[in-house]
């Protein structure tokens, strides 16, 4: 079955130590995607890319770190400088008909908890 | 910037009766796409429906319509015949014509009473 995967489900770390959260897709999209979900505040774009070695900057992006090396893999490195990075984290992907009509397809999303 | 707002943190709705969440949203852009997203408590984001602005006609999926005002810049969505499986967060959601930055209201939480 075609879909994105996210691991770890749960992720627990240590204040100060770098994460990363891992993102697959099997969908042969060209376009992926990291948010951030907290409470009260939907969803919010921290970077997204539409092609392999490239990406770009959302609104939250400060103190995250991404790659896109291969078309089916976008992962997202939560890094010390992140000031609040306990949250629940949503990785998507969609087609690049350029048109932004595209449905994006969710991952089931980590949750990371930094103590 | 564009911005989307969710004005009803929370509803509830009986079992087969009908309910209808509220969005509006400010953009100066006229081409551009608005989407509503439900978020069951397993936290997968399903797409629910779509709308093109440039589209009149209301988008309509099965029990999910919308009631899309253009000038007023709203997007409501109205589920009909509720069940108990709609009770989720919905998230609506615009983007704009030949971009990727897609923007997500707060959400509101339905609840569906049997």
């Known amino acids: 079955d075609g879909g994105i995967t996210q691991s770890p489900k749960y992720l627990f770390r240590k204040e100060g130590q770098n994460v990363t959260l891992s993102c697959e897709q099997n969908?042969?999209?060209?376009?992926m995607y990291w948010y951030r979900q907290d409470p009260g505040q939907g969803l919010r774009l921290i970077y997204y890319?539409?092609?392999?070695?490239?990406?770009q900057k959302g609104d939250i992006a400060e103190g995250y770190s991404v790659s896109r090396e291969k078309k089916e893999s976008f992962p997202l490195t939560v890094t010390s400088a992140q000031k609040n990075p306990t949250a629940f984290y949503l990785c998507?992907?969609?087609?690049?008909?350029?048109?932004?009509?595209?449905?994006?397809?969710f991952g089931p999303g980590t949750r990371l908890t930094v103590t | 910037a564009q911005t989307v707002t969710q004005s009803q943190p929370e509803m509830s709705v009986q079992e087969a009766e009908t309910v209808t969440l509220s969005c509006t949203y400010d953009?100066?852009?006229?081409?551009?796409?608005l989407f509503w997203y439900k978020q069951p408590p397993s936290r997968q984001m399903i797409l629910v429906i779509r709308?093109?602005?440039?589209?009149?006609q209301n988008a309509t999926e099965n029990r999910f319509s919308v009631n899309f005002q253009k000038a007023a810049k709203s997007f409501s969505l109205k589920i009909s015949d509720s069940q108990l499986g709609d009770a989720a967060m919905y998230f609506c959601?615009?983007?704009?014509?030949?971009?990727?930055?897609?923007?997500f209201g707060a959400g509101t939480r339905l609840t569906v009473k049997p």
């Open positions: 998507a992907s969609s087609t690049l008909l350029g048109t932004g009509m595209e449905e994006q397809y």
């Open positions: 969908l042969n999209h060209d376009a």
């Open positions: 890319s539409q092609i392999v070695n490239d990406f």
């Open positions: 953009t100066s852009e006229s081409d551009y796409y």
């Open positions: 709308q093109e602005a440039y589209k009149q």
């Open positions: 959601a615009l983007i704009m014509y030949n971009n990727n930055d897609m923007r």
